[in-house]
């Protein structure tokens, strides 16, 4: 029983060393990084109906799961929250540790899939971000992930539509046409729509809470929030 997709570990180990140059190949994720970090910081507070201050998150217990070099995991810390930060490859984990490090941030950063993680907490929070799509076996990924939240818990999942336009933007846009990302970054079999994710969480004790788009707007070069799902989406999970 395993969700490890040994064909995408190591194509992102093989560019961990990338993580924290925002002119490098994650560019499209720094990018994307203050949507997301904004979206979950104020869903969380709205949610737990945590107190405005420098440190909003404080005491949340978060496990980000596929947390790369630590993009999230790190603003995560900066507003409170106690992390831990897991991903498959060692790579990733070494840059985490290091940047983390560097920074002077306590995040528990451990080699790991849901699956495999030898760990006794459960958990406020737990995302699942931009990783569905690299995974074998969504529903044994979000089962597992989904056994390590606590009840009333959050599950946020980011992950592309499958549809015609996700794969001519994601995939022969980004990747070929603009070479944001590295060709073979994604798969389009590996999507999902919202639908079917929806599905799986249902089936593994999760009820849909938010579901909305995120776009980036090529004028001012800005990603934001908005009512179009057809290629990029983020959801809330609640556990039962």
Not at 130 to 158: C, Q, R, T, Y
Request: glycine share 4%; aromatic share 10%.
């Amino acid at each position: 029983m395993n969700t490890i997709n040994k064909k995408e570990i190591e194509k992102f180990s093989q560019i961990a060393n990338e993580w924290w140059n925002p002119e490098g190949k994650f560019k499209p994720l720094h990018k994307f990084n203050p949507i997301r970090i904004k979206y979950i910081k104020d869903n969380i507070i709205k949610h737990f109906k945590l107190p405005l201050n420098e440190k909003p998150l404080k005491k949340i217990e978060i496990l980000d799961i596929g947390c790369g070099g630590g993009l999230l995991s790190e603003p995560m810390c900066k507003m409170g929250a106690n992390i831990v930060g897991i991903d498959a490859s060692e790579e990733n984990i070494k840059i985490a540790k290091f940047h983390s490090k560097k920074n002077k941030l306590k995040i528990n950063y451990i080699c790991s899939s849901p699956e495999f993680l030898k760990i006794k907490k459960k958990f406020d929070v737990i995302l699942n971000m931009e990783i569905v799509e690299h995974v074998d076996d969504v529903n044994l990924f979000i089962n597992k992930s989904s056994k390590l939240l606590k009840k009333n818990g959050l599950m946020f999942i980011a992950t592309l539509n499958k549809t015609l336009k996700s794969y001519v933007f994601a995939i022969v846009g980004a990747e070929y046409v603009l070479k944001w990302l590295p060709i073979g970054t994604h798969d389009w079999e590996k999507f999902l729509t919202p639908e079917e994710l929806i599905k799986i969480g249902e089936t593994n004790n999760l009820n849909i809470k938010k579901l909305d788009g995120m776009n980036f707007n090529i004028l001012n070069d800005q990603w934001k929030i908005s009512s179009d799902k057809s290629v990029n989406y983020i959801s809330i999970f609640k556990k039962n």
